[in-house]
């Protein structure tokens, strides 16, 4: 037996749609949130990951599609409060076919070194599961949620890494421009 529901809109009711307020846009994460989660991490494989995530601005989508051989060192560039490393990706599944290139920083390429040295295993995937399997979206999305859960750091979207990267640089007074294509 089927039921049938009237259901009015909110202008029926006499009510006008309101958009909602623009300060319930969340602000990114701050950079000291990021870094308290960086600093805590005890395993190899996920503080790189974080690193990565932190100081590359790539995707993770992107992440997880890289391979070992994508990975090449070029030259150091010298920056404010460091050197930077350049590497040249092809990321498979970025937004454009085109290959970009991106920059690692000095401390997430120590720490990329330090997971591949302890690393056994013939799969050419960057990052993998403890099975030796490519890593997955959901499965990144998993463990930075759980180590948030572990280092009391309230929970953010992925995409916060982003966006704390490209914020920080507009803050460091970056041209608009070379954050997009960053």
Avoid at 56 to 83: F, N, W, Y
Wanted: aromatic content about 8%; proline content about 4%.
């Amino acid at each position: 037996m089927l039921k049938k529901f009237a259901v009015r809109s909110s202008r029926q009711r006499g009510a006008a749609y309101q958009r909602p307020p623009k300060s319930s846009y969340k602000q990114a994460v701050g950079q000291q949130v990021l870094e308290k989660l960086a600093a805590g991490i005890t395993d190899l494989r996920d503080r790189a990951i974080i690193l990565f995530l932190m100081d590359t601005g790539l995707r993770v989508g992107e992440l997880v599609q890289l391979d070992r051989s994508m990975i090449k060192a070029d030259a150091s560039v010298p920056r404010a409060g460091g050197r930077m490393n350049t590497a040249n990706g092809s990321l498979p599944i970025a937004k454009s076919l085109v290959p970009r290139k991106f920059f690692v920083s000095e401390r997430a390429f120590e720490a990329l070194n330090l997971y591949l040295g302890s690393r056994d295993d013939p799969n050419s995937a960057l990052f993998t599961t403890k099975s030796s399997e490519r890593l997955r979206v959901d499965q990144v999305g998993k463990l930075v949620h759980a180590w948030c859960h572990l280092l009391g750091v309230e929970r953010f979207p992925l995409n916060d890494f982003r966006r704390r990267l490209a914020t920080g640089l507009r803050e460091f007074g970056c041209n608009p421009t070379t954050i997009s294509r960053l």
